[in-house]
């Protein structure tokens, strides 16, 4: 059984920062590849990074150079710092692992 737990959401004015992080319990956390994705009102969930079990991150294009995706194996935990906060990053962000979900933290961004 796995289970992640999202923490560090909140509400943060534009071109703030906030960290998420989210703690994965069950094995097998470095063989595998973990993300984050998002979803606003009204729209589809959508990929906002990932990290392969080698350490290799993808982002969209629309985070690029203000996200980054990292995790701390030693604490079975992945981070997401967002940096340069847009009204249109607001969503709630999900942890993702295979087939697990988080149960999700919410990012409001003030313009």
């Known amino acids: 059984q796995v289970q992640l737990v999202e923490s560090g959401g909140g509400l943060v004015q534009a071109g703030g920062s906030l960290r998420l992080s989210c703690a994965a319990s069950g094995s097998m956390f470095s063989g595998t590849a973990m993300g984050w994705y998002r979803q606003a009102p009204g729209k589809e969930r959508e990929l906002v990074a990932r990290i392969s079990s080698g350490g290799n991150a993808y982002y969209v294009d629309s985070v690029k150079g203000r996200f980054t995706i990292f995790r701390d194996l030693a604490k079975n935990t992945l981070y997401l710092q967002m940096n340069s906060l847009k009204p249109e990053d607001t969503a709630m962000y999900y942890c993702?692992?295979?087939?697990?979900w988080g149960q999700g933290t919410q990012v409001t961004v003030s313009s």
């Open positions: 993702w692992r295979g087939t697990y």
